[in-house]
């Protein structure tokens, strides 16, 4: 499984970005996919999270109401619409797949396949 995540960039405070992770691989539309984000000087933390079929999300509080993940199974690819952005957002954003039991996971261990990351600057 191979997973290239883009669309990260320079954004002034207020702005929106949209992400994007290709996946490919065997069964890639089965695994539940992840986006995580780590921050300069700090650790990478969940964000949100897709079911295979993606009926079902989960998020991170600090972008709840603001972030919205969803994917597109006949492409592989899984995005997140990034709005209202602020300069604490700034990180880099990394994809991920988890091939165990089908449950949403903000745990990185359950997650077996990352990509490079995208970098997003968020300017105040």
């Known amino acids: 499984v191979q997973l290239q995540a883009s669309g990260g960039g320079l954004v002034p405070a207020g702005g929106s970005l949209r992400l994007s992770c290709a996946a490919s691989?065997?069964?890639?539309?089965?695994?539940?996919m992840g986006w995580f984000r780590q921050a300069p000087g700090k650790e990478r933390k969940f964000v949100s999270t897709?079911?295979?079929?993606?009926?079902?999300?989960s998020y991170a509080d600090s972008v709840k109401g603001r972030f919205t993940i969803s994917r597109d199974t006949a492409k592989d690819t899984v995005y997140l619409q990034m709005n209202g952005l602020k300069p604490e957002d700034t990180a880099v954003y990394f994809c991920?797949?988890?091939?165990?039991?089908?449950?949403?996971?903000?745990?990185?261990?359950?997650?077996?396949?990352w990509g490079q990351g995208t970098l997003v600057t968020v300017s105040s």
């Open positions: 691989g065997r069964f890639i539309s089965t695994y539940v």
């Open positions: 897709i079911s295979w079929g993606g009926s079902i999300t």
């Open positions: 991920a797949a988890s091939s165990t039991d089908g449950n949403l996971r903000q745990d990185e261990a359950a997650y077996d396949y």
